[in-house]
């Protein structure tokens, strides 16, 4: 059997994506309690996604941060897939607190603000996530920009906070000379 090294690559980066799925599910967590999602989108999802980027990008216009949803649309148009990490919106009660910069979990959930709990455990799954793409040797780059395109196509039931991880499997850093 013969495989070529497009082949090959887009084997080795699936893989990636799934142990950097494994990464955030097993990231440490704010009392125990998973709130994590994650999603892979490669093709006509992933091509979805960079049309409500452009969109988002024509809404915001130049002064409002147009050009930086533009240019992270490209990005993810050129990388080979797309991991999407989230965390359901909750709170977590945890008493006292006040991470949020609310007096406590229901002065936080009445303002509509987001437990700082919440925030910290996204943080830990998408530096885990980004960890194990590394061990991989998989470019990546972190977009809050597409996190807020997912939020907008509702991938899934619950309301939750997103951050997109694209993946590249090239002879050079797509993320690096970016304008």
Same mark, same amino acid.
């Not at 082949?7 to 955030?24: D, F, P, S, Y």
């Not at 607190?97 to 009445?110: D, I, M, P, T, Y």
């Not at 996204?122 to 991989?136: E, R």
């Given at each position: 059997?013969?495989?070529?090294?497009? /082949?090959? /690559?887009?084997?080795?980066?699936?893989?990636?994506?799934?142990?950097?799925?494994?990464?955030?599910?097993?990231?440490?967590?704010?009392?125990?309690?998973?709130?994590?999602?994650?999603? =892979?989108?490669?093709?006509?999802?992933?091509?979805?996604?960079?049309?409500?980027?452009?969109?988002?990008?024509?809404?915001?216009?130049?002064?409002?941060?147009?050009?930086?949803?533009?240019?992270?649309?490209?990005? =993810?148009?050129?990388?080979?897939?797309?991991?999407?990490?989230?965390?359901?919106? &909750?709170?977590?009660?945890?008493?006292?607190?006040?991470?949020?910069g609310f007096e406590n979990c229901g002065a936080c959930?009445?303002?509509?603000? =987001?437990?700082?709990?919440?925030?910290?455990?996204?943080?830990?799954?998408?530096?885990?996530?980004?960890a194990a793409a590394a061990q991989d040797k998989v470019?990546?780059?972190?977009? +809050?920009? =597409?996190?807020?395109?997912?939020?907008?196509?509702?991938?899934?039931? /619950?309301?939750?906070? +997103?951050?997109?991880?694209?993946? &590249?499997? &090239?002879?050079?850093?797509?993320?690096?000379?970016?304008?």
């Amino acid at each position: 059997m013969l495989y070529n090294s497009n /082949e090959m /690559e887009q084997k080795g980066l699936l893989a990636t994506a799934a142990k950097m799925c494994v990464a955030a599910r097993t990231a440490p967590k704010a009392k125990g309690v998973d709130y994590i999602l994650t999603l =892979v989108l490669t093709g006509e999802e992933k091509d979805l996604l960079v049309e409500k980027m452009e969109t988002i990008s024509k809404r915001l216009g130049e002064a409002q941060g147009g050009p930086w949803f533009h240019r992270d649309a490209s990005n =993810v148009q050129n990388s080979d897939a797309l991991l999407l990490v989230g965390a359901k919106k &909750s709170f977590r009660g945890v008493s006292p607190c006040s991470l949020c910069g609310f007096e406590n979990c229901g002065a936080c959930q009445k303002a509509g603000g =987001v437990c700082g709990h919440l925030l910290l455990d996204l943080g830990i799954a998408l530096s885990s996530a980004a960890a194990a793409a590394a061990q991989d040797k998989v470019d990546t780059r972190m977009m +809050w920009s =597409v996190g807020k395109a997912a939020e907008e196509m509702h991938y899934t039931e /619950e309301d939750a906070c +997103w951050v997109g991880i694209p993946l &590249s499997v &090239s002879g050079k850093n797509i993320f690096f000379d970016r304008k």
